[in-house]
């Protein structure tokens, strides 16, 4: 296993890390986790040396923290890192910041919790964290020994990261980035700007959330075929992630004993800067591929916001465009966090938004064939 060093950390961090936001379940039931294969892949994961343990509140419904808990019994609590994240949104729900910590201490068995994130940070959470003054929350958890090292994880536009890493002395923080999101979010420009300032970057969604590994176009799979080093699609997206020095951990959803052993072999493998022209040029190429399939460019200019169901139109032509990107499946995936009264069939088909449209979208037939691919 491959290690880099975490500032403020004792020990290295293993460049491998268990994300477990996609456990084992039963019958595809995502709140009905396996627990015995979930335990086992985990305590699996821990004794080939991955030493980074990453979990959320809301995963799997809301049990996935119990199950982490479970397999960190039997004193492998002590080999790893232990990340949990605060979802500010819940405190809003009748619970205070104290009530969401302290089920997640009793769900996960522990007294101190070692990398503590204030979850999904976007421009409306971004809001509610600092109406709920939750940093300062979160330092005095510090303070009273109940968690290590205090950071976030992030899901906006470049210059809110920006403005949230200026905004207090954070010790890490957790990003998307792939090979397709390179300019997405905080994006490789985000990465290296949080390095600058010393912290250690996290890196999620490595790839893409299974999109660059599943369903792969003939025109892409044949790119990496034409290559001499035979490398799957995932060894493709981890290597190009792990190049980067500036990351120090890179979470991978795990979801069965194939994937984990597949990981491990990856990342056994994995340096910074090891990347040849050549190959960093194929990515690039791959990359290309893919856009190209995107069928509508939207430039977010908001001008459709006046939606009398108030649905988020700029949002849905990103699962559209991604849905031609990577298949109905990834559709399905999007639309599953969006709420009922604003999902793609909610729309009344009356026309103010392609009026206001300047890219003269043909935003109702796209929206109906979101609609289509749901029912």
Known sequence: MKYRVFNKLEKPVSLLGMGCMRLPVINGNNEAIDEAAAIALI???IDSGVNYVDTAYMYHGG????????????GYREKVYLADKMPVWFARNGKTLEDVFRDQLNRLQVD???????????EKYWKMAEEQNLFEFMRRKQEEGKVGLIGFSFHDELPLFKK??????????????NYMDEHYQAGVEGMKYAAGKGLPVVVMEPLKGGRLTDNIPKEVQNRWNCRPE???????????????????????????????????????????????????KLISEVAEEYRRRIRYSCTGCKYCDACPKGLDIPGAIDIYNDGCLYGDESVRSDLAFVAKEKKPDQCTKCG???????????????LDGLARIIK
Not at 236 to 264: H, K, M, Y
């Open 230 to 280: 035979k490398r799957t699609p995932a060894e493709w997206g981890f290597r190009w992630v792990a190049d980067f020095p500036e990351v120090t951990t890179i979470l991978s959803g795990i979801s069965n004993e194939e994937q984990l052993e597949e990981n491990l072999r990856i990342f056994d493998g994995l340096e910074a800067c090891s990347m040849t022209g050549d190959e960093k």
């Open 112 to 122: 101190f919790i070692d990398l503590y994130l204030a979850h999904n940070l976007n």
């Open 164 to 177: 949230i890493v200026d905004a207090y002395p954070w010790d890490f923080c957790q990003i998307q980035l």
């Open 63 to 74: 049990n996935g923290e119990g199950v982490v808990g479970k397999a960190l019994r039997d």
């Open 43 to 45: 305590r699996k994961a």
């Open 352 to 366: 103010m938004c392609e009026e206001k449209c300047p890219q003269h979208l043909p935003i109702r037939r796209i």
